[in-house]
């Protein structure tokens, strides 16, 4: 069965929320996703199969974080579906390879995969995505021993950056400074409208801070926090990359 999108968007922003004519891509994204559904549930498995890859292959904005490897993936299922089985053990072979998917299980079980069952491919897919499920958990128990923190104080500990800020911090084009305020870390230009503001943007994190454990009913919080802060005009003069057009993005919550 397919994967159905349930695309979380979680940007702050100083000025607004996300504006369709400032993400074509995305919206491009969404809309070849949503079309790709729509067929899929209208049994037109082969246009279905091909609209999935071309939602796969948009390069959205950086910022925001689609999941490609479900476009792949429901690919493989309408294309096995179709009767079209090179295209599907292609998509296979891809999230396998490429995508290093993990989800074993869940393709064994998927009922859209019966008719590849019996090809001599199947089972070279399945050991492919099972070696990375094996390497996907002692990547996950390294990764807990090594960031485990035993609970002897009240220090503000930052974990490692994800990978949606790394495509920001650790571009040599977009240089940052930062300072930490609370719980946050503040990444920011120091050519930024963010940077002449510093101030009043503390406050608002604080205060946005205090609503948001009120409302969890949470005493304290000590996990750290990523705030980056840019001028997306100024960056995209100076970067040939697209950035979001937003004020700021929140990584590490």
């Given at each position: ?90 998509c296979l072979n891809v999230l396998g390879q490429e995508y290093g998917y993990t989800e074993a299980e869940r393709m064994q079980t998927d009922a859209d995969f019966v008719s ?138």
């Amino acid at each position: 069965m397919k994967v159905v999108q349930f695309i979380l968007l979680f940007f702050y922003s100083c000025t607004g929320v996300l504006a369709q004519s400032g993400f074509p891509q995305y919206y491009r994204y969404i809309d070849l996703a949503h079309q790709a559904d729509t067929l899929y549930q209208a049994g037109q498995y082969g246009r279905a199969a091909s609209t999935y890859i071309l939602a796969s292959q948009v390069e959205v904005e950086r910022g925001i974080e689609v999941a490609k490897a479900d476009m792949v993936y429901n690919a493989a299922c309408s294309y096995a579906l179709a009767g079209q089985k090179k295209e599907a053990f292609e998509c296979l072979n891809v999230l396998g390879q490429e995508y290093g998917y993990t989800e074993a299980e869940r393709m064994q079980t998927d009922a859209d995969f019966v008719s590849l069952n019996r090809d001599p491919q199947w089972n070279k897919v399945l050991a492919q995505i099972s070696s990375n499920q094996e390497r996907a958990r002692k990547m996950e128990v390294r990764y807990a021993e090594r960031t485990r923190v035993p609970d002897i104080n009240d220090d503000v500990v930052f974990y490692p950056l994800d990978n949606f800020a790394k495509q920001y911090l650790q571009v040599d084009t977009m240089p940052f400074l930062s300072v930490n305020h609370e719980i946050f870390r503040i990444y920011f230009s120091g050519d930024s409208y963010a940077a002449n503001h510093l101030e009043e943007i503390k406050r608002e994190l604080s205060a946005a801070l205090q609503r948001a454990l009120s409302i969890l009913h949470i005493e304290h919080y000590n996990r750290g926090i990523n705030i980056l802060l840019y001028n997306s005009v100024e960056d995209d003069e100076t970067d040939d990359r697209h950035t979001c057009t937003g004020r700021g993005c929140i990584s590490g919550a």
